[in-house]
């Protein structure tokens, strides 16, 4: 199976301005764990992470105030639609991250999570039967 089959299309853009709480509620909406931020001053990609914003929650800091763009990763790893779910898997377990932004031709096309991969290889493994204990 391939990332084009398990990634989710409906991307959340969002700018390097945009305060913490607001990609918080647009993610919350959305149902996403991530957003793709997209800064129009140096036309580079960048995500930012559930985990990003609990971490300046955590340190104490004011979604208010606080900017993606502060908290963004932007020494990303992008995923093609082309790669296997064992490639993704794989990237993700190497790199310690749970999304991947995937990119055709230079733009962003979806976002492929852990959940979206485990998704995909439950219902095969179902019908095996369970290890022994």
Do not use: K, Y
């Amino acid at each position: 199976m391939l990332v084009r089959d398990a990634m989710s299309t409906m991307v959340l853009t969002i700018g390097p301005d945009h305060t913490l709480r607001q990609a918080a509620r647009m993610m919350s909406a959305r149902r996403v764990g991530a957003a793709v931020v997209l800064d129009p001053d140096t036309s580079g990609l960048g995500i930012l992470t559930e985990r990003d914003v609990l971490n300046s929650l955590g340190g104490g800091q004011d979604p208010d105030h606080e900017r993606a763009g502060r908290h963004t990763t932007t020494d990303v790893v992008f995923a093609s639609p082309g790669w296997t779910l064992e490639e993704a898997a794989h990237a993700m377990a190497h790199g310690g991250f749970r999304h991947l932004i995937v990119l055709d031709d230079q733009e962003p096309v979806g976002i492929v999570s852990v959940r979206d991969i485990i998704g995909c290889w439950a219902p095969v493994r179902e019908g095996t039967s369970p290890l022994p204990r």
